[in-house]
Structure formats: structure tokens, C-alpha cells
């Protein structure tokens, strides 16, 4: 009897162990081998959660995947089928990228640093993607201690440029400017099944991307955000977590028109899927997924414009 139910469970963990460690811990582990078959099965498993799961398109991509999996020698042969089934389940913002694919380089490295200027008496906070595998506590606390420093120096008001963020961790991003955002709920994700949060409460964030504390307290000053066509991902997130703020404006051209929420899961290959599982919702009520957000004020004079509004409406020179 005993034996039996040994047999019972080594089969539950063969059969669903890869997805079970992938949704808990990010990382599919396989006991065994890992063939195109079990691979397969487990993106599959794992791309149920996208937020088109539902749609007729991605169950008739899912039975060209398995059909491809069963006739399949490696695990070259499966990826590109499986790659469609990831963009039916999750939309444009979801991938399935191979080992060795360039595109990974999105995941390693930090393109470029955050930075706290003061022009005048405006502090310029530049907010750059940042990838999960960066010092995200050295990225948040950058931003927080430069805007800290701008208001203790006397700094009337901030300009948040997300200008050419092409997204990553969310969490940092807005650690580190949550002295200027208000406490309580600043986003949320609307999956298919549930509504979550993403909260700050003093220089904590949770809920969206890593969770980290900063230093600082609280800046109620006015809040000009920069975007363009190529700010992405959470850095559309971060603009919207501004949205909705009377004291705050947004300025430049429409986003590249990613926000939304992604899990990103790590297999044994090396390849990566990343997956849509919700859409972004400002407090404002609006939802949004693969449409570029438009900014309050769009214009090709971005921080010119963000100056002026700060000089005219809030007295900043």
C-alpha cells in the first residue's frame, strides 16, 4: 500500500513538479529528462494563466503544439509552435524566447543608471529600465536619495523622466520615487480571475515586482512625467502610477503600448518564457494592455514643456 502511494506521488511530481516549481519558485525543475514532450506540456500548463488563455486562438496554437511536441526530435522542434501558443495565450507582450536568442539580453544587465539632478529648482529624476537580476536596493535607493537631497536643497518640484524605460522590475522604479507618490493603492493588475494590488505605504512598495524600503519620507511636490514612444512595460506601470494625481501631469508622445503584467519563468535550456497574465489599471478607473497610453500633454518638447507647466501652475523656476 505503502509502495503504491510512493509510485502515486513520484508520478504527480514527474508529471506536474515542472510547473508546480515554476509558479512557486520561477524556475521549472524537471525530474528526469527534460524532453521536447514534458517541455512542452509544462509552457502549456504555464501559459493557461495569459490573459487571451480563453480565446479559440489560443486552443487551436496549443493542439499545434502538442501535435509538433509528439513528432519532435528536440527542443528546437517545438519553440517556434510553442511560441505561438505563448502569443495566443498572452498577447504581444509574451514570449518564448530560445537559448542563445539575443532577445535574452533584455534580462541581463542594467542598460543604463538612475540619476537626481537639480535645474533651477526643479529636480529631474531619470528612471531607466532595470532588470531583475540588477541591484535593484542600489537603483531604488539612488532615486530616493537624490530626490531627498533635491527637496532638503529647496527644490520646488520634479520631472520623472521615463523617457526610453523599456521596462523590467517595477519594484525599484517605484521604491524609489515613493516619496513622491501618495499612500494606499497606486495600481492594479486585472488578471482573468483576480484583482491585485500595488501599494506604497511611506518608502515601501509591494506588490509589483520586488518589494524594497527606501529612505526619505514624503515630498508633496508637483510631478511632470516624461514618456515616448519607447517607454515600456513597467515603465509604463510607473507612469501610471502617477495617473490620476491632481499634482501631477504626464508630457511627451504615446508609449510603446506594454502595460501590462508579466511572469517570467526560467527553464533548465535556457530559455525563458514571459508571460501577460493582466492588464494595468490606474486609479483613474482606465485599463490598459497592448494600447500605447496617451500622456495628458503630448508634444515633441517633453521637458521644455514639463518646466513650463511646473514655472506656470506651481511657481518653479
Same mark, same amino acid.
Given at each position: 500500500?505503502?509502495?503504491?502511494?510512493?509510485?502515486?506521488?513520484?508520478?504527480?511530481?514527474?508529471?506536474?513538479?515542472?510547473?508546480?516549481?515554476?509558479?512557486?519558485?520561477?524556475?521549472?525543475?524537471?525530474?528526469?529528462?527534460?524532453?521536447?514532450?514534458?517541455?512542452?506540456?509544462?509552457?502549456?500548463?504555464?501559459?493557461?494563466?495569459?490573459? =487571451? !488563455? +480563453?480565446?479559440?486562438?489560443?486552443?487551436? /496554437?496549443? $493542439? *499545434?503544439?502538442?501535435? &509538433?511536441?509528439?513528432?519532435?526530435?528536440? #527542443?528546437?522542434?517545438?519553440?517556434?509552435?510553442?511560441?505561438?501558443?505563448?502569443?495566443?495565450?498572452?498577447?504581444?507582450?509574451?514570449?518564448?524566447?530560445?537559448?542563445?536568442?539575443?532577445?535574452?539580453?533584455?534580462?541581463?544587465?542594467?542598460?543604463?543608471?538612475?540619476?537626481?539632478?537639480?535645474?533651477?529648482?526643479?529636480?529631474?529624476?531619470?528612471?531607466?529600465?532595470?532588470?531583475?537580476?540588477?541591484?535593484?536596493?542600489? =537603483? !531604488? +535607493?539612488?532615486?530616493?536619495?537624490?530626490? /531627498?537631497? $533635491? *527637496?532638503?536643497?529647496? &527644490?520646488?518640484?520634479?520631472?520623472?523622466? #521615463?523617457?526610453?524605460?523599456?521596462?523590467?522590475?517595477?519594484?525599484?522604479?517605484?521604491?524609489?520615487?515613493?516619496?513622491?507618490?501618495?499612500?494606499?493603492?497606486?495600481?492594479?493588475?486585472?488578471?482573468?480571475?483576480?484583482?491585485?494590488?500595488?501599494?506604497?505605504?511611506?518608502?515601501?512598495?509591494?506588490?509589483?515586482?520586488?518589494?524594497?524600503?527606501?529612505?526619505?519620507?514624503?515630498?508633496?511636490?508637483?510631478?511632470?512625467?516624461?514618456? +515616448?514612444?519607447?517607454?515600456?512595460?513597467?515603465?509604463? $506601470?510607473?507612469?501610471?502610477?502617477?495617473?490620476?494625481?491632481?499634482?501631477?501631469?504626464?508630457?511627451?508622445?504615446?508609449?510603446?503600448?506594454?502595460?501590462?503584467?508579466?511572469?517570467?519563468?526560467?527553464?533548465?535550456?535556457?530559455?525563458?518564457?514571459?508571460?501577460?497574465?493582466?492588464?494595468?489599471?490606474?486609479?483613474?478607473?482606465?485599463?490598459?494592455?497592448?494600447?500605447?497610453?496617451?500622456?495628458?500633454?503630448?508634444?515633441?518638447?517633453?521637458?521644455?514643456?514639463?518646466?513650463?507647466?511646473?514655472?506656470?501652475?506651481?511657481?518653479?523656476?
Amino acid at each position: 500500500m505503502l509502495s503504491a502511494l510512493l509510485l502515486a506521488v513520484a508520478a504527480l511530481v514527474f508529471v506536474y513538479g515542472p510547473t508546480l516549481t515554476a509558479m512557486l519558485t520561477g524556475t521549472a525543475r524537471f525530474a528526469g529528462t527534460q524532453t521536447p514532450k514534458r517541455y512542452s506540456t509544462t509552457v502549456l500548463a504555464l501559459a493557461e494563466q495569459g490573459i =487571451y !488563455a +480563453d480565446s479559440e486562438e489560443f486552443e487551436e /496554437a496549443k $493542439a *499545434r503544439a502538442k501535435e &509538433a511536441a509528439k513528432q519532435a526530435d528536440t #527542443l528546437y522542434d517545438v519553440y517556434p509552435a510553442l511560441e505561438d501558443a505563448v502569443k495566443a495565450a498572452g498577447g504581444k507582450h509574451s514570449r518564448l524566447i530560445e537559448p542563445g536568442n539575443p532577445n535574452l539580453g533584455w534580462a541581463i544587465g542594467q542598460k543604463t543608471e538612475p540619476a537626481v539632478s537639480v535645474e533651477g529648482g526643479v529636480a529631474v529624476a531619470t528612471v531607466p529600465g532595470v532588470d531583475r537580476h540588477s541591484d535593484v536596493q542600489g =537603483y !531604488a +535607493d539612488t532615486l530616493a536619495t537624490g530626490l /531627498a537631497s $533635491a *527637496r532638503d536643497g529647496g &527644490a520646488c518640484g520634479t520631472v520623472v523622466d #521615463l523617457r526610453g524605460n523599456d521596462g523590467g522590475d517595477m519594484g525599484p522604479m517605484v521604491a524609489g520615487l515613493s516619496s513622491l507618490l501618495p499612500d494606499g493603492t497606486v495600481l492594479e493588475f486585472v488578471s482573468r480571475t483576480n484583482t491585485s494590488q500595488v501599494t506604497v505605504e511611506g518608502n515601501s512598495v509591494s506588490g509589483g515586482g520586488t518589494p524594497l524600503t527606501t529612505t526619505g519620507g514624503k515630498w508633496e511636490a508637483p510631478v511632470a512625467v516624461l514618456v +515616448d514612444g519607447d517607454t515600456a512595460s513597467s515603465g509604463e $506601470a510607473t507612469m501610471l502610477s502617477f495617473r490620476g494625481l491632481e499634482r501631477s501631469q504626464s508630457f511627451g508622445s504615446p508609449t510603446a503600448g506594454y502595460a501590462s503584467a508579466n511572469m517570467v519563468y526560467d527553464f533548465p535550456d535556457g530559455s525563458l518564457l514571459m508571460l501577460t497574465i493582466a492588464k494595468d489599471k490606474a486609479r483613474t478607473g482606465e485599463e490598459f494592455a497592448e494600447d500605447p497610453v496617451q500622456p495628458d500633454v503630448e508634444t515633441d518638447a517633453s521637458l521644455e514643456q514639463a518646466k513650463q507647466w511646473l514655472a506656470t501652475k506651481h511657481g518653479c523656476q
